[in-house]
């Protein structure tokens, strides 16, 4: 009798462990983001030497309404010839010109896409560097879908995020009207690099009624939100583009 119980314990046990793994793909499926946007250029800023983000330059209407942060990696010859461009030329704003493309997409099923790459803005006289770079979706860091009926007293949000070697912070698009802005940064803490580096992305909140965009004392440490960071220098601000 107790062979028996046990066969039966183990059949069960063993049943229950084979529905969980059958309940992954199903709760992966259920993450992904359906949408009835059609195919649009979808303007990036991209940033980072030792490693790249893209952040989508949104609007408050479709097909271009979403905040996205990207983790990506050029092929290797574009990745050289960005990072030399960077170092001679000491610009900080550096845009990629994508494909057409779904943007929600990018949650389901698109990895990589082509896009030339300007050093400044693409839509504003920048200077095309290389065409048709394949750039490979890493991970995809942020991804909301904005709101241009919202008008709600929320807290002034930033998103920090990077890794050892470098750390960055991106406004957090809520209300409108609104301004995207994207910073260097450098972390004091260790331990909060170390999050950042296992690809973590923190929030930090500042009160609702603090100046927009925020008054930064630039290379100079302080404490912003609850961690202590230096604020080297702005990569780049927008208004008119979220009113």
Same mark, same amino acid.
């Given at each position: 009798?107790?062979?028996?119980?046990? !066969?039966?314990?183990?059949?069960? $046990?063993?049943? $229950?462990?084979?529905?969980?793994?059958?309940?992954?793909?199903?709760?992966?499926?259920?993450?992904? =983001?359906? &949408?009835?946007?059609?195919?649009?250029?979808?303007?990036?800023?991209?940033?980072?030497?030792?490693?790249?983000? /893209?952040?989508?330059?949104?609007?408050?209407?479709?097909?271009?309404?979403?905040?996205?942060?990207?983790?990506?990696?050029?092929? &290797?010859?574009?990745?050289?010839?960005?990072?030399?461009?960077?170092? +001679?030329? =000491? *610009?900080?704003?550096? *845009?990629?010109?994508?494909?057409?493309?779904?943007?929600?997409?990018?949650?389901?099923?698109? =990895?990589?896409?082509? /896009?030339?790459?300007?050093?400044? =803005?693409?839509?504003?006289?920048?200077?095309?560097?290389?065409?048709?770079? !394949?750039?490979?979706?890493?991970?995809?860091?942020?991804?909301?879908? $904005?709101?241009? !009926?919202?008008?709600?007293?929320?807290?002034?949000?930033?998103?920090?995020?990077?890794?050892?070697?470098?750390?960055?912070?991106?406004?957090?698009?809520?209300?409108?009207?609104?301004?995207?802005?994207?910073?260097?940064?450098?972390?004091?803490?260790?331990? !909060?690099?170390?999050?950042?580096?296992?690809?973590?992305?923190? +929030?930090?909140?500042?009160?609702?009624?603090?100046?927009?965009?925020?008054?930064?004392?630039?290379? *100079?440490? &302080?404490?912003?939100? *609850?961690?202590?960071?230096?604020?080297?220098?702005?990569?780049?601000?927008?208004?008119?583009?979220?009113?």
């Amino acid at each position: 009798m107790h062979k028996k119980v046990t !066969t039966l314990n183990s059949f069960f $046990l063993y049943l $229950l462990v084979s529905v969980q793994f059958l309940m992954v793909p199903l709760n992966l499926n259920a993450q992904k =983001h359906h &949408s009835t946007d059609h195919p649009g250029i979808h303007g990036m800023v991209l940033f980072g030497e030792y490693k790249q983000y /893209a952040s989508h330059l949104p609007l408050f209407y479709s097909p271009h309404d979403y905040q996205i942060i990207l983790k990506v990696k050029l092929d &290797s010859s574009a990745e050289q010839a960005y990072i030399n461009d960077r170092k +001679t030329s =000491h *610009t900080e704003l550096y *845009t990629i010109e994508p494909e057409k493309f779904v943007l929600p997409e990018i949650m389901n099923d698109i =990895h990589s896409f082509k /896009a030339n790459l300007y050093r400044g =803005h693409f839509e504003r006289g920048g200077q095309l560097i290389l065409q048709n770079v !394949t750039v490979q979706i890493e991970k995809v860091a942020y991804f909301k879908k $904005l709101n241009p !009926t919202q008008n709600q007293k929320e807290p002034f949000r930033y998103m920090l995020f990077g890794n050892k070697q470098e750390q960055f912070m991106v406004h957090q698009i809520l209300n409108r009207p609104e301004f995207d802005e994207i910073l260097s940064v450098q972390v004091s803490d260790v331990k !909060t690099k170390s999050k950042l580096d296992e690809g973590e992305v923190l +929030t930090i909140s500042l009160p609702a009624e603090t100046i927009k965009p925020y008054p930064w004392k630039f290379n *100079t440490e &302080s404490k912003i939100g *609850t961690i202590k960071m230096n604020v080297l220098k702005q990569i780049y601000l927008e208004f008119d583009d979220l009113k």
